[in-house]
Every structure is written in C-alpha cells, then in structure tokens.
C-alpha cells in the first residue's frame, strides 16, 4: 500500500517527516511528547518544592534539544549529562533510607506524571536502540547514556514528591521472576 503523501497546504501538514517509515520520527515524537510532560509537571509542583521546580525548569529546554539530537546536531552536552546525573545522585541519596524495588505506581500529583516520563524516557532508549541496530542510524553514545540517567532520574522523583506530601508508598509484591532493577 502507498503511504499517503503530504499536502501541498501547509495547515494541512502537522510534521515534515510525519510519513516517513523510519522510527526516528517516532523517536522525535516522543522525545517532544517527554518535553511538553514536563511542561505539565512543572504546573502541578507544589510552591514547598521550590527545589524540583528549578531542575525540571532547567532540564525541559535540554528535551526539546534531545529531539533533534539525531536527525541534526547532537545538543546534548557531557554537562548536560553531568548535570542530570548529579541531581540524581542528589535525590537517590535523600531517598537512600526507602528499601529498593518496584513500588505501586500511586501517589499524589505529578506522580502519575513522573512514572509516565520515567517510562517514556525507557521507549526512547528502545527507539534509540532500534534505530542503531535494526536502520543503521548513528546515535550518539552520550544520547544513550544521558536516556538511561533521565530514566533513573524520573524513577526517584515520585519519592520525592511522595515525602513532600507524606504518602507512604507501596513495595509491589513480587509474583514474577522478572528482572526488577527499579531504583
């Protein structure tokens, strides 16, 4: 089957590479889906974490460069990385105490918000892969490395936000033997 061509209006036309077949328009797609979540959860902080508002103030402009970082000029920097990754290590340190594994995806907002970007930042790193391997696209290493810190780094925020509100989360109860490495 032909794939649909693009309209010559250009109202008609939402994104340049919208039919390409490639998986880098996906990746592009959610990379932008990422950028406009943290817009969200950036609302929804409450004023007492001040702290995380400014983090995530900063990090939002560097996913909107973390989009293009394939098809055109790689933005994302060893100082972007090394920033991320100290925040992190600044938030799994203030959660040290709480016992590691998978917990119930509940809490109070942005939780919700945060668990979907944590997730979202693992489908890029599968679009990354995918993209390397499977379409011999050339992704830049530091890409790979500064998806799985961003990973890890929306994985300990709902903690954060948890504590500031007093929820107690909840360990999930292990039925399976699947691999869980959740910080």
Same mark, same amino acid.
């Given at each position: 089957?032909?794939?649909?061509?693009?309209?010559?209006?250009?109202?008609?036309?939402?994104?340049?590479?919208?039919? &390409?077949?490639?998986?880098?328009?996906?990746?592009?797609?959610?990379?932008?889906?990422?950028?406009?979540?943290?817009? #969200?959860?950036?609302?929804?902080?409450?004023?007492?974490?001040?702290?995380?508002? @400014?983090?995530?103030?900063?990090?939002? !402009?560097?996913?909107?460069?973390?989009?293009?970082?394939?098809?055109?000029?790689?933005?994302?920097?060893?100082?972007?990385?090394?920033?991320?990754?100290?925040?992190?290590?600044?938030?799994?340190?203030?959660?040290?105490?709480? !016992?590691? #594994? @998978?917990?119930?995806?509940? #809490?109070?907002?942005?939780?919700?918000?945060?668990?979907?970007?944590?997730?979202?930042?693992?489908?890029?790193?599968?679009?990354? @892969?995918?993209?390397?391997? &499977? &379409?011999?696209?050339?992704?830049?290493?530091?890409?790979?490395?500064?998806?799985?810190?961003?990973?890890?780094?929306?994985?300990?925020? !709902?903690?954060?936000?948890?504590?500031?509100?007093? @929820?107690? &989360?909840?360990?999930?109860?292990?039925?399976?033997?699947?691999?869980?490495?959740?910080?």
């Amino acid at each position: 089957m032909k794939a649909p061509k693009h309209s010559t209006n250009l109202d008609e036309i939402c994104y340049p590479y919208i039919y &390409e077949t490639s998986q880098l328009c996906d990746y592009e797609i959610l990379a932008e889906d990422l950028f406009r979540q943290i817009g #969200g959860i950036l609302t929804l902080l409450p004023e007492a974490q001040e702290e995380l508002f @400014f983090e995530l103030h900063e990090l939002q !402009p560097l996913l909107h460069n973390l989009k293009g970082s394939i098809r055109g000029h790689c933005s994302i920097t060893a100082s972007n990385l090394d920033w991320l990754l100290a925040c992190y290590r600044v938030h799994k340190e203030y959660t040290g105490s709480t !016992p590691p #594994g @998978f917990f119930l995806p509940r #809490g109070p907002l942005p939780v919700p918000q945060l668990n979907q970007a944590g997730l979202d930042a693992k489908r890029l790193l599968r679009i990354m @892969f995918r993209l390397q391997i &499977e &379409e011999s696209v050339e992704v830049p290493e530091i890409l790979f490395r500064f998806c799985n810190v961003l990973a890890n780094y929306f994985s300990v925020l !709902p903690k954060i936000v948890s504590r500031a509100h007093h @929820f107690e &989360e909840m360990p999930s109860p292990k039925q399976s033997d699947d691999v869980d490495m959740h910080y």
